[in-house]
């Protein structure tokens, strides 16, 4: 972190070689709340301006924290891009706390927006059963 400016590697990035292709550094992307994602319930999804997924936050990111808990917005742009060690397509965030809204949004395709709860982006499921509970209710 410099100057209020974070730093940080996509992740999912393999499936997602043909949208990166697409990209360039110092273009805007978009950071995207998944709350019904099968594999992480706080999922943040990187979106090109184009509306192409071409990654995810990890989810150790400090990013995390200030959306989830703190309710901030992010603005971001690509700051770099090339080939990793697996040979694979990838990219660099440079990202910056704002007080934008993080849209909402579901992972599946064709299906709405998971409802927020009462108090904002902290009250988010918590737990595995939590999660379980969302997406049956989802269906």
């Known amino acids: 972190m ?9 992740v ?5 070689q043909d949208a990166l292709t697409r990209c360039a550094p110092g273009q805007p992307v978009r950071i995207i709340h998944e709350p019904d994602n099968p594999h992480d ?10 509306g192409e997924t071409i990654g995810y936050l990890p989810r150790r990111s400090p990013v995390h924290i200030a959306v ?10 690509i700051d770099s891009m090339g080939m990793g060690r697996a040979c694979l397509f990838g990219a ?13 949004q579901s992972h599946f395709a064709g299906r709405p927006a998971p409802e927020a709860p009462r108090g904002g982006f902290r ?3 918590k737990t595995p059963a939590d999660a379980v ?7």
């Open 41 to 50: 319930e706080m999922a943040l999804r990187v979106d090109s301006m184009t």
């Open 68 to 77: 989830h808990q703190h309710g901030r917005g992010v603005s971001a742009v």
């Open 123 to 125: 009250y988010w499921v």
């Open 92 to 104: 660099r965030l440079s990202l910056a706390l704002c007080d934008d809204v993080v849209p909402i």
């Open 2 to 10: 410099d100057d209020g400016i974070i730093y940080q590697h996509l």
């Open 133 to 139: 509970r969302l997406l049956a209710s989802q269906r």
């Open 12 to 16: 999912g990035v393999s499936h997602f």
